[in-house]
């Protein structure tokens, strides 16, 4: 027996209404989440992370600190005349980390990606561009290897690939799939990646990046949003503009964040796109923390200023735009803000309270993460969430995974790899971070998408074409009292991490055209719309998601193309 739920046609979040059936089960706070050590140490620190659609993450570091705690296979060994420490070394400086089998494996790396930038490109490639010494230009590009593959899949590099050293800059895709790339020390405009032209070694000037540069250089990662009008939104320091880069025009010149104390590194703070509502008209970012004006040279004769506080919030689709500040239960430097697949939290984890980005820059951890709620009211936002004991401080990171956990990694404050007689050693290890929605008292309310397989191959769909999903929740089978649920489908782009910036993060929320009941144990069908345009959802790999109320389900990978 089918039981139509919804008409059709709501454009809002709250999208279906089911009358979940449960033994006196509601949603449980899950006591701030938990931490779980996956690996005590990879033999990499992870200073930039990418979750590919295989369901695998690339973690690289840097090539110029000397040797990593894991080999090379087979006796292979790294030969780089141009290498400033170790010019012969047999150890990886990148792994490939399984999720499903919580192992990892070696990766092969040639020249140095210390402080790079990286996209997914729309074929689910991982592009990762410039580094430093003989890796400022270069491109290295690495797929989501086949499970039987592995001998053989591994990084490919393009020496000179780009127009400009990029070092510290920022990446972000294009609706046409190109990667828009920006910024990084002493560079002072943008290109494309990849270019119509190989040969092409044009740059294109934005001045905006000199007007926000101070002594510390506070102006580097940029952050970089796609709006959804098309246009780049760019943060620096303390202020932002919207640029047309077809025209490589300023449409809007955002007012200075209130306080005018520096938000990106080195005195780094942490930016998000908000998540958009379906067939959005409005768009929000939110930039939290970073150091006061002055705090990294502060750190040289040994004193670390207390981190920022505040976050600002401001509707950048608004003609005339401001910023609303908020402020976060504690302080923060090198923080990373990360969508959850609900969307209606943002995570906040790693980084210090006090100091900034570099070596021995930083001297408190900040060990607890945070939610932010976007929705809720004012001086209601934020919530304090359980500790880990490791301290993941400068050139740690964080992604999304497609159970829901956040996989965490990295923090290496020291110029090499040092394990002993200092306060913060360098981590090896990766943990998992898994939100109170994953609590086990909510298991009853969690969806599960049974069609299309969760772990199957992706499915391919088309801007504005609809996709059937068909779900369960176990509370709506037992049929002792109904309870109220909430039904929402989300679509996460996994981002490219590093430097307390999640580069392409997205979320949106996806139009519901029509629901049913298929029968009375707690299966249900939805048809939802892929987004209309490629300006709201760039080509490529997304994680979709069934949301009860505040739960949701283990994604599925979709590519939109």
């Known amino acids: 027996m089918k039981l139509e739920l919804l008409r059709n046609g709501i454009h809002h979040p709250v999208l279906l209404v089911l009358l979940l059936a449960s033994a006196g089960v509601s949603p449980a706070s899950g006591a701030g989440g938990r931490w779980d050590v996956l690996q005590r140490s990879i033999g990499v620190s ?114 000179d690939a780009l127009a400009a050293n990029r070092w510290y800059a920022t990446n972000q895709i294009l609706p046409d799939g190109r990667a828009f790339i920006v910024g990084g020390r002493r560079q002072f405009n943008y290109e494309f990646y990849p270019k119509a032209d190989p040969s092409d070694t044009s740059v294109i000037s934005l001045p905006f990046l000199i007007q926000t540069k101070d002594p510390e250089e506070n102006n580097l990662y940029p952050f970089v949003h796609l709006n959804i009008d098309g246009n780049l939104f760019i943060f620096a320091k303390n202020r932002a503009i919207l640029l047309d880069y077809k025209k490589n025009k300023i449409v809007r010149t955002y007012p200075v964040l209130a306080g005018g104390d520096p938000r990106n590194y080195p005195s780094s703070g942490s930016s998000v796109l908000l998540p958009l509502k379906s067939s959005p008209t409005e768009a929000e970012v939110l930039v939290c923390g970073g150091a006061p004006a002055g705090s990294y040279n502060s750190t040289k004769d040994g004193t670390y200023v207390s981190a920022l506080v505040t976050c600002g919030r401001i509707k950048i689709t608004d003609p005339t735009p401001s910023w609303v500040i908020e402020t976060m239960p504690s302080p923060r430097v090198m923080g990373d803000m990360i969508l959850l697949p609900n969307g209606a939290d943002v995570v906040i984890i790693n980084g210090a309270m006090d100091g900034t980005a570099g070596w021995e820059a930083a001297n ?104 059937t999903l068909r779900f369960a929740v176990p509370a709506a089978s037992t049929r002792v009292r109904p309870v109220a649920g909430v039904v929402s489908v989300t679509m996460v782009a996994p981002s490219f991490t590093t430097h307390s910036f999640a580069m392409n993060q997205r979320l949106l929320f996806l139009d519901v055209v029509k629901t049913a009941a298929l029968a009375l144990d707690g299966t249900y069908q939805a048809s939802v719309l892929m987004p209309a345009t490629a300006a709201l959802a760039p080509p490529g790999y997304y994680m979709v998601f069934v949301v009860n109320g505040n739960i949701p389900s283990e994604g599925i990978w979709v590519h939109i193309q």
């Open 46 to 159: 992870a200073m930039h992370m990418q979750l590919l659609h295989n369901d695998r993450v690339i973690i690289f570091d840097r090539t110029d600190f000397g040797q990593s705690n894991l080999s090379l296979p087979d006796g292979r060994c790294r030969h780089n005349p141009q290498e400033r420490v170790l010019p012969v070394d047999c150890t990886a400086h990148s792994a490939e980390y399984d999720v499903a089998s919580n192992t990892f494996r070696p990766l092969f790396v040639f020249t140095d990606t210390w402080c790079s930038s990286g996209t997914v490109a729309p074929d689910g490639t991982l592009v990762q561009t410039g580094g430093w010494n003989d890796g400022y230009r270069n491109v290295r590009q690495m797929p989501a290897c086949a499970w039987d593959d592995d001998a053989t899949c591994d990084w490919d590099e393009t020496q």
């Open 364 to 467: 408190t951890p900040a060990y607890a993460p945070l939610i932010y709620r976007p929705d809720h009211s004012p001086g209601d936002r934020f919530e304090e969430q359980s500790s880990t004991d490791i301290a993941r401080m400068y050139h740690s990171s964080a992604v999304l995974l497609r159970d829901g956990r956040l996989l965490v990694g990295g923090s290496n404050p020291h110029v090499y790899y040092n394990f002993s007689n200092v306060q913060y050693p360098t981590e090896l290890s990766l943990e998992a971070y898994s939100p109170a929605y994953l609590d086990t008292s909510n298991d009853a309310l969690r969806p599960t998408i049974v069609d299309p397989s969760p772990t199957g191959t992706p499915v391919s769909v088309t801007y504005g074409a609809p996709l």
